[in-house]
């Protein structure tokens, strides 16, 4: 079974909209989900990371997840999009001692 | 500046021809791992390590070899290269698991050709 699944390949927003990038999981006992940004030919970049306590957490660059334990939901969000956000965006789920990345989200942020 | 370094950042090679990737991290991390990135498939594990001379194998260990004799450092080794393992690798660190996870520091990439 996957642990992380990441629905949509692309993801298209008129800049200035509120934008979701989807993720849900499937792990045994407490999920720790995360989200990484690529930004073309980089590394990628951590955005922010669910463990415990508040289920809406914020991270970099104005983005913020909501963790859903009944829907095994983690969407990244941002109320307003920028053109420079446009990028890969990977969530990943720990898995034991190993973390299991989705297969990644392109989000075009268009001007 | 904390970084993870990894060399060459460029390497086309032949089949079969053995081929060492470094990887070095200068904030005193436990935890490094190896991971492919392919198109459609993400970003998959190869090896980990928790600490010196702890590796194990991630989702996709077959063909690679790796090593830790050093805290700083974590080579992924390619005994005997083939075109399937052409791909865009990333070696990672963080602070160790044990004490509770952390976020992961990525190094620029290791973009690997074997014709």
């Known amino acids: 079974a996957q642990s992380v699944a990441q629905p949509e390949d692309q993801v298209n927003v008129a800049e200035g909209n509120p934008l979701t990038v989807k993720c849900t999981y499937s792990v045994s006992g407490n999920p720790y989900l995360f989200w990484y940004v690529q930004y073309p030919n980089r590394g990628l970049q951590f955005l922010l990371k669910y463990i415990t306590g508040d289920n809406l957490v914020k991270g970099s660059y104005g983005f913020e997840a909501e963790f859903n334990k009944s829907q095994t939901s983690f969407h990244l969000k941002k109320p307003s999009a920028l053109v420079s956000d446009s990028a890969l965006y990977f969530c990943?789920?720990?898995?034991?001692?190993?973390?299991?990345f989705g297969k990644g989200t392109r989000l075009h942020i268009l001007p | 500046e904390a970084q993870v370094t990894q060399n060459p950042r460029y390497l086309i090679t032949v089949t079969g021809k053995k081929l060492t990737v470094t990887c070095s991290q200068n904030?005193?991390?436990?935890?490094m791992s190896w991971y492919r990135q392919d198109p459609g498939l993400g970003l998959r594990q190869i090896y980990y390590?928790?600490?010196?001379?702890?590796?194990d194998k991630g989702d996709v260990p077959e063909g690679y070899k790796v090593s830790r004799k050093e805290k700083r450092n974590f080579p992924l080794i390619l005994e005997s290269p083939s075109p399937n393992q052409t791909s865009l690798y990333f070696c990672?660190?963080?602070?160790?698991?044990?004490?509770?996870?952390?976020?992961?520091?990525f190094g620029p990439g290791t973009r690997l050709t074997v014709t």
């Open positions: 990943a789920v720990r898995e034991g001692d190993k973390i299991i």
């Open positions: 390590s928790m600490n010196v001379e702890v590796t």
């Open positions: 904030m005193n991390h436990e935890y």
């Open positions: 990672a660190s963080s602070l160790s698991p044990d004490r509770g996870w952390y976020e992961q520091y």
